[in-house]
């Protein structure tokens, strides 16, 4: 075991969890095992919930200004120790170096954005008659959870740390027990950057902290980023227990590729897209719609997938049993009649013998029906569907039940705007294969990609993460008496 068994993070020490269960910590690189977790239970929930609650007055009473000078430091912070933390990010996602660098990269963005808060909340102020003013602020919520998956294992838990604390918060982060390790070293440099203790909290665990997360009475909010099918069931729980909740859940995103198209460049962001993160991003491509002849665009998209080599430029999956899933998709749908023309089963990695990798895989003449065209694979795998002509390639995209995210590749712009309009998705690209909004713009699907009102970075987060407090005052006697005063 590569690295001491995880902790907990609690009122700002790292600590032991109470309940003795405990599951290993295996990097997907190469099956070498990096550590153990710790399946915490309500009791350690309720010690994180109690060092929060017991921070916030004293938090929740800086001026924002204040608050954001801990982000700062922060943003440093990653900043310095961006190789490190790309580092573990690695070896227990089993993501390229590049593409954890990227992540990190991607944190100090976020971070940015929370310490430009102060600029972006300030309230409204009217003299609603004379003498008298109506005002608004933003106040905290109190006590709020993030649950978080295991793609991102740096990035998902930024979207929510700077935002949620910065505007005033206290937080407790539940980390994907497949890949704890880069939450405790954000723990550590949150603590160097001056956040006092009990702020942010981690309780590790699985299912049953998530369960206790929704249950607990004096968590006011959850954010959950994950699969749908336990997206529906926090946000169910949790709203059921009176909390505001946004949950995140799986996707399905469909590139629409049409014949003016310029071959390279599309090409190149087909293969990208699908591969990228080893296909495990909730933003990847995962269907190509071909509208016409696009064949010429196809072979080139065979071209680049060919030059991604796993161990080199792509990553392993996660475990086993993904690396089964996503083989089992492809294997069924050439028993249906589709066509491998790149085929990624059975990759090895001289040296990495024990890793979890599949190669880039592209299949032709997938048919709407076909499980590899309905559900999430969430390897790198793209599903080439054929059709005549736009409006049945919108129609097919408009079915799926997911809509984090939809893309067109096309000169036209004109035939661009109408598949804007009419894709059923909450983000859309024009051109672009990972269409990931940057910050201030917020990131958010649509459908059963997304339960809950607005979004969960950027500008729209900080409605979730806080509630208004509309005052009315008067303080000069001649102000009189009226009907509204
Ligand atoms: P997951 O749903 O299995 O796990 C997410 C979190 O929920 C983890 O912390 C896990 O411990 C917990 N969990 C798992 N099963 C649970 C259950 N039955 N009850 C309560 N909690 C449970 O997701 P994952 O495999 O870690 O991540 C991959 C999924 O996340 C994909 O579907 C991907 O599309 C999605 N994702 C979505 C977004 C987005 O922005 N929409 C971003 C990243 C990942």
Not at 243 to 249: D, E, N, W
Not at 312 to 329: C, M, P, T, W
């Amino acid at each position: 075991m590569k690295y001491n068994p995880v902790q907990n993070f609690i009122n700002g020490q790292f600590v032991n969890a109470k309940s003795k269960n405990t599951l290993a910590v295996i990097s997907p690189v190469d099956g070498h095992s990096l550590s153990t977790v710790p399946l915490s239970n309500a009791d350690d929930l309720n010690d994180a919930v109690q060092a929060a609650q017991k921070a916030f007055p004293a938090w929740s009473s800086l001026p924002i200004k204040e608050r954001v000078q801990v982000f700062f430091r922060f943003k440093t912070l990653l900043e310095r120790d961006l190789q490190e933390l790309a580092a573990l990010c690695t070896e227990e996602n089993g993501k390229t170096m590049a593409e954890s660098i990227a992540e990190i990269e991607k944190c100090i963005e976020l971070t940015e954005f929370a310490t430009s808060l102060p600029q972006l909340i300030s309230g409204e102020i009217l003299e609603v008659s004379k003498g008298v003013e109506c005002r608004t602020e933003h106040a905290p919520l109190g006590v709020v959870a993030s649950i978080v998956p295991f793609n991102f294992p740096a990035m998902v838990p930024n979207w929510t740390i700077p935002n949620a604390i910065a505007l005033g918060n206290c937080m407790i982060l539940k980390p994907s027990e497949k890949v704890p390790l880069c939450c405790g070293k954000i723990a550590a440099l949150l603590k160097e950057a001056g956040l006092p203790d009990g702020v942010f909290n981690i309780v590790n665990g699985d299912v049953e902290i998530v369960e206790a997360i929704c249950d607990h009475p004096k968590i006011e909010a959850v954010s959950f980023v994950g699969s749908t099918k336990v997206a529906k069931i926090v946000y169910k729980r949790a709203t059921s227990n009176y909390k505001r909740a946004i949950a995140l859940g799986g996707a399905k995103n469909h590139l629409m590729v049409l014949p003016d198209a310029i071959p390279d460049m599309t090409a190149q962001n087909v293969a990208a897209s699908m591969s990228g993160c080893a296909g495990q991003r909730c933003m990847a491509a995962s269907a190509m719609i071909g509208v016409g002849n696009v064949d010429a665009i196809i072979d080139k998209i065979c071209n680049e997938a060919r030059k991604i080599i796993p161990g080199e430029n792509l990553g392993a999956v996660i475990n086993k049993e993904a690396k089964e899933r996503i083989e089992s998709y492809i294997s069924e749908a050439e028993e249906k009649g589709a066509k491998i023309l790149v085929d990624g089963r059975n990759a090895k990695v001289k040296g990495k013998e024990n890793g979890t990798y599949v190669g880039p895989t592209v299949i032709d003449f997938v048919t709407p029906d076909m499980r590899v065209a309905k559900e999430e694979i969430f390897g790198p795998v793209i599903s080439i569907i054929r059709t005549n002509t736009v409006d049945e390639a919108i129609k097919i995209e408009n079915a799926n039940p997911y809509g984090n995210a939809a893309s067109v590749f096309t000169q036209n712009g004109g035939m661009a705007r109408y598949i804007m309009s009419h894709a059923s998705a909450g983000m859309f690209g024009v051109n672009v294969g990972v269409p990931v909004p940057r910050e201030p713009f917020s990131f958010g699907g649509w459908n059963e990609s997304k339960f809950g009102v607005g979004d969960i970075t950027g500008k729209s987060s900080i409605e979730f993460w806080t509630k208004l407090k509309k005052s009315t005052t008067k303080w000069n006697p001649e102000a009189g008496i009226n009907w509204m005063s």
